[in-house]
């Protein structure tokens, strides 16, 4: 692995000739999120603070391939290493992101990036590696798996962007706010907490565990407590109804995670607590909100995320086997018939259930 001191000083004799690529561990530089911030396409999925999230909480190891020249990031393959004895050893690009596409300079070429990853997965014994980003740099790669995304363009001015939601999401905005709803916007643990309790509900109701609160309590303390992302509570008196988490880079936000009470869902807490954060994020400068990945099957959210104007663009995720030797399609596995077996789980079972399979998942 490459030294802090390497990256941050070993270009100062040399001429702005790009170097060759190397393999390093991000949280063992302290400028990192200074030079990913520097890189045109950087996402909050490049910064340090996930990928600690993801070390601390499942024990995943940041591989992250690079190549500078002028002391400059000028190519990125970022990586992490997932070691499981259910499921095995892979790269994945990067775990439980909605999408990471790699950086590069212009004119500057990724392809080595994948050769040198692709050279450490075959002596690390990888089962296969994934990138969640379609590249044409990747020679012969094939899409595995697709999800739409979908982004609101924030620039346009609050006028302009009530105008642009569909009329059905206007109506339950005003239901929400004539039935008396707040939104409030917090960064402490207490609203992680309380997302974390109308998370598992959620989860149940779809058949599925949820994260285990240590996920959530890293989020909090690498991502919120920093200033890199709020959580959005909605609340009718003092009773929380829906709850989201938010991840801000540079000029983006994306939303990551949301929850909701579906005993209240007539009042459309949803509508007001995306509007109230849609308003505060053009209100704070930043350009653009990203909705995250959205299943091709799942048409009721792709709705929902349409009828606030967003522009749908497509997600592309590709899979190396490494047995197999080539790209494989894979399975989006968002509903099934284990869904129905986790839905008659009681909720502690379910969550205990979470905790023991998350770590062997990505």
């Not at 709850?243 to 949803?270: I, T």
Request: net charge positive; with cysteine.
């Amino acid at each position: 692995m490459t030294t802090d001191s390497q990256v941050n000083g070993r270009h100062t004799a040399d001429s702005d000739q790009p170097e060759q690529p190397v393999a390093l561990d991000p949280l063992q530089y302290r400028a990192w999120d200074s030079l990913v911030s520097e890189c045109s396409g950087s996402s909050f999925f490049h910064r340090t603070a996930w990928a600690r999230v993801l070390q601390e909480t499942y024990g995943h190891r940041p591989i992250y391939f690079c190549r500078f020249a002028d002391g400059q990031l000028e190519g990125l393959l970022p990586i992490m290493e997932v070691s499981s004895p259910w499921t095995g050893r892979r790269g994945v690009s990067l775990p439980f992101s909605d999408f990471c596409s790699p950086l590069s300079v212009e004119g500057a070429r990724r392809r080595e990036l994948y050769e040198l990853a692709l050279e450490h997965g075959r002596g690390r014994g990888w089962s296969y590696l994934e990138c969640r980003n379609s590249d044409p740099e990747w020679p012969g790669a094939t899409p595995s798996l697709a999800f739409y995304g979908h982004v609101i363009d924030l620039t346009c001015g609050q006028e302009a962007l009530f105008e642009c939601l569909d009329s059905a999401v206007r109506r339950g905005i005003r239901k929400g706010e004539g039935a008396g709803l707040n939104v409030e916007f917090s960064s402490s643990l207490d609203s992680i907490q309380t997302f974390y309790a109308l998370h598992c509900r959620t989860r149940h109701r779809h058949g599925l565990p949820p994260q285990p609160f240590r996920f959530f309590e890293n989020i909090a303390r690498y991502v919120l407590a920093p200033g890199h992302g709020f959580v959005a509570t909605v609340r009718l008196a003092k009773k929380p109804l829906a709850a989201s988490v938010f991840f801000q880079h540079r000029m983006e936000v994306l939303y990551k995670f949301g929850a909701s009470d579906y005993a209240f869902q007539d009042l459309r807490p949803n509508n007001l607590m995306m509007w109230a954060a849609i308003k505060r994020c053009a209100a704070n400068g930043f350009a653009r909100l990203h909705l995250g990945r959205t299943s091709l099957a799942n048409e009721g959210l792709r709705r929902f995320k349409l009828g606030f104007g967003a522009r749908e663009e497509r997600i592309e995720y590709c899979k190396y086997d490494f047995g197999k030797r080539t790209f494989v399609r894979d399975v989006d596995r968002a509903e099934g018939w284990v869904n129905h077996v986790f839905r008659c789980l009681p909720g502690p079972v379910l969550r205990l259930a979470g905790r023991v399979i998350y770590p062997h998942l990505s």
